[in-house]
């Protein structure tokens, strides 16, 4: 199946009226905004809807997963404090935009999905579109130990803890962002690894992510 990529100068406006709003909304990472108004979200859309992608609105994308709100995508990147060249584990690939964002930003990704139908999609979309991760399918919750250690780790689903396979995955000195609570809202949790067996856990706002399903999650 080929894809049709179209981005012109309605759509690049809109992605600077979403830039702007989300600096009203307290994003202030230059880099992060840069990295939100570089990336064509209305390419993760049926074109139908090309009128919803640039509100700050997740979005169903099947398989009972949304494309996340550009609000919670530039919170959560905010967070990880990307440095060029990062290698960074992406728990959830979904539609592919945080993915792009983060490689806007200079990651190096790996990220995983364990819905087929979603990772077979997206494992075509994203290099259609420039940018090539290193996709797996599988189940993100335990990560991906053979690829370890990881600068960054990013969890795109609410987990009901902080999975520790995911946290002896991450280098001393890295940083893993994940949203933790119950299945309807969770906090969205820092955890700095300060030495080999030293984390520093801080919990900041409210959220609500779809389950985070696995071996070490629901």
Not at 157 to 177: D, H, S
């Amino acid at each position: 199946m080929a894809y049709k990529f179209v981005d012109n100068y309605r759509e690049q406006g809109a992605r600077r009226k979403l830039v702007a709003h989300l600096e009203t909304r307290g994003i202030t990472d230059r880099r992060v905004l840069r990295a939100i108004g570089k990336v064509p979200r209305h390419f993760f859309f049926d074109e139908t809807f090309w009128n919803q992608a640039y509100k700050d609105i997740a979005f169903p994308i099947g398989a009972g997963q949304t494309i996340s709100q550009p609000y919670t995508v530039a919170y959560q990147s905010q967070l990880l404090h990307i440095s060029k060249g990062d290698k960074v584990l992406e728990i959830g690939t979904g539609s592919g935009y945080q993915t792009c964002v983060l490689m806007e930003l200079g990651a190096n990704v790996y990220t995983i999905e364990r819905q087929e139908s979603i990772y077979q999609h997206t494992i075509k979309v994203l290099p259609g579109m420039g940018y090539h991760a290193h996709f797996f399918y599988g189940d993100g919750s335990k990560g991906i130990a053979a690829h370890a250690p990881y600068d960054k780790i990013l969890v795109t689903a609410g987990a009901p803890f902080v999975p520790e396979i995911l946290l002896k995955q991450l280098k001393v000195g890295g940083i893993l962002v994940i949203p933790v609570g119950d299945e309807k809202t969770q906090k969205m949790v820092t955890v700095i690894r300060a030495s080999e067996t030293e984390f520093e856990r801080i919990e900041l706002d409210t959220f609500r992510f779809v389950p985070l399903v696995g071996d070490q999650a629901w």
